[in-house]
C-alpha cells in the first residue's frame, strides 16, 4: 500500500479484499485490453507520449486504484507519475501523505473524510453516526486549513440506508429521514469549512453494480444524482456541493451532460471520470464520449478539477495518458 498510516479506505484495505471477485480484472491485466472483450484498432493501445496540456482542464489523480490494482504504486511513485504526465494533484490522500506530494509540487484536490474501513457506508444520514462522522470531517477540515499544500475539499457520503449500516436485514432509513439528516450534518459541517476556507464535496454512487472491487455500492442512500443535488441546494452552503461521479452518474441516471447545463457551478464543485461499464479506462472500449463532457463543464464555467478515477485493466500509466488525451479539450 502507501506509506501513510491512515485507517481508512484509500489505505489500509488489503490486497486480500480487494482481490474479492477480481478474476475478470486480472484476467484482463494478465491479457491486456482484449480481456474485456471489445476490440481496439491497431497501435490504439501504444502508450502516448506525455501530453501537452491546454491548461483548461485541471487534471487530478486518484490516489488509490493505483495502489490496490495493476502496478501497486506507492505514493512516492504515484506523485512521480502524476507530474509527469501533467496532473497537479493527486486526490484521496490523508494527511500523512501530504508531506509527500508538496515533494512533488503536488496539491490534493479532494481529502478523504478520515472514517475507517469503506468511508462511504457509514454516512450522515443515519444520526447513529453523526458524532464520528462529523467529529473525523471535523479534523481533516482543520488539518487541510494548515496543511503544507493545497487541500481544497473533504468528501462527504450520505452513507448506506440500513439503519445498522452493516446490516442489510435491519430497518432501513426513508429517503426523506435520510436526506434530512444529511442536510443537518452537512450544515454542521458547512458553518466549519465556510471558516477555514476548505470545501465540502458530497458524493453520489451507484447501487446498481454489485459490490466488486469498488465498481458498485448496493444500499448506498444516494444512489440518485437528483436525490443528491436537492439535498445540496437546501443545504445552501457556498462551501458544501456535488462531487459528480461521471461514472456513478452514468449508471444510475444518465443524460451526463444535460445534467451538468442543469447544476451548473453552483451545485457541481469536483469531477470523477471512468469508463463505462466496468469502471476502466476511458479508451474506445467504453461507451462515453468524454471530450464532449469535459467541453460541457468548460461551458458552465467549470474550472474545479477533473479526478480520474478507473480501475486499470492494462498498464496504467499509458490508461492515464489516454485519459488526459481524451480529457483535455
Known amino acids: 500500500m502507501n506509506n501513510t498510516k491512515n485507517e481508512g479506505l484509500y489505505n489500509t484495505i488489503s490486497r486480500r479484499q480487494i482481490l474479492r471477485g477480481m478474476g475478470i480484472v486480472s484476467l484482463g491485466a494478465a491479457a491486456g485490453i482484449a480481456g474485456r472483450g471489445?476490440?481496439?484498432?491497431?497501435?490504439?493501445?501504444?502508450?502516448?507520449?506525455?501530453?501537452?496540456?491546454?491548461?483548461?482542464?485541471?487534471?487530478?489523480?486518484?490516489?488509490?486504484?493505483?495502489?490496490?490494482?495493476?502496478?501497486?504504486?506507492?505514493?512516492?511513485?504515484?506523485?512521480?507519475?502524476?507530474?509527469?504526465?501533467?496532473?497537479?494533484s493527486v486526490e484521496l490522500v490523508d494527511p500523512?501523505?501530504?508531506?509527500?506530494?508538496?515533494?512533488?509540487?503536488?496539491?490534493?484536490?479532494?481529502?478523504?473524510?478520515?472514517?475507517?474501513?469503506?468511508?462511504?457506508?457509514?454516512?450522515?444520514?443515519?444520526?447513529?453516526?453523526?458524532?464520528?462522522?462529523?467529529?473525523?470531517?471535523?479534523?481533516?477540515?482543520?488539518?487541510?486549513?494548515?496543511?503544507?499544500?493545497e487541500v481544497s475539499s473533504v468528501i462527504a457520503f450520505t452513507g448506506f440506508k440500513y439503519r445498522n449500516a452493516e446490516d442489510p436485514s435491519s430497518d432501513l432509513i426513508h429517503p426523506e429521514e435520510g436526506a434530512k439528516n444529511t442536510v443537518a450534518g452537512l450544515k454542521e459541517l458547512a458553518l466549519l469549512a465556510e471558516r477555514h476556507g476548505v470545501d465540502i464535496y458530497m458524493e453520489h454512487l451507484n447501487s446498481r453494480v454489485p459490490d466488486d472491487t469498488f465498481r458498485g455500492h448496493p444500499g448506498y442512500q444516494g444512489d440518485d444524482i437528483d436525490y443528491c443535488a436537492d439535498i445540496i441546494?437546501?443545504?445552501?452552503?457556498?462551501?458544501?456541493?456535488?462531487?459528480?461521479?461521471?461514472?456513478?452518474?452514468?449508471?444510475?441516471?444518465?443524460?451526463i451532460i444535460s445534467r451538468i447545463r442543469e447544476y451548473g457551478t453552483d451545485l457541481i464543485g469536483h469531477i470523477h471520470t471512468a469508463g463505462v461499464p466496468g469502471r476502466v479506462e476511458l479508451d474506445s472500449c467504453q461507451e462515453l464520449q468524454y471530450a464532449p463532457i469535459m467541453q460541457?463543464?468548460?461551458?458552465?464555467?467549470?474550472?474545479?478539477?477533473?479526478?480520474?478515477?478507473?480501475?486499470?485493466?492494462?498498464?496504467?500509466?499509458?490508461?492515464?495518458r489516454e485519459a488526459i488525451f481524451v480529457c483535455d479539450v
Open 38 to 88: 471489445c476490440r481496439i484498432p491497431a497501435g490504439a493501445a501504444a502508450p502516448h507520449p506525455a501530453p501537452v496540456l491546454r491548461g483548461r482542464i485541471n487534471h487530478s489523480l486518484v490516489s488509490w486504484p493505483y495502489q490496490v490494482f495493476g502496478e501497486e504504486w506507492d505514493l512516492d511513485i504515484t506523485c512521480r507519475m502524476a507530474r509527469d504526465i501533467g496532473c497537479t
Open 96 to 149: 500523512e501523505g501530504w508531506p509527500t506530494l508538496a515533494k512533488y509540487g503536488l496539491n490534493c484536490a479532494i481529502a478523504p473524510n478520515g472514517m475507517p474501513g469503506e468511508p462511504y457506508v457509514k454516512g450522515l444520514n443515519n444520526t447513529n453516526y453523526h458524532k464520528e462522522v462529523i467529529g473525523r470531517t471535523r479534523n481533516v477540515i482543520e488539518a487541510a486549513a494548515k496543511a503544507p499544500i
Open 233 to 255: 441546494r437546501q443545504v445552501g452552503s457556498p462551501r458544501v456541493k456535488l462531487l459528480f461521479d461521471i461514472y456513478h452518474v452514468q449508471i444510475m441516471n444518465g443524460d
Open 296 to 320: 460541457s463543464l468548460l461551458d458552465i464555467g467549470y474550472n474545479g478539477y477533473v479526478g480520474h478515477e478507473f480501475i486499470p485493466t492494462r498498464d496504467p500509466l499509458t490508461g492515464l
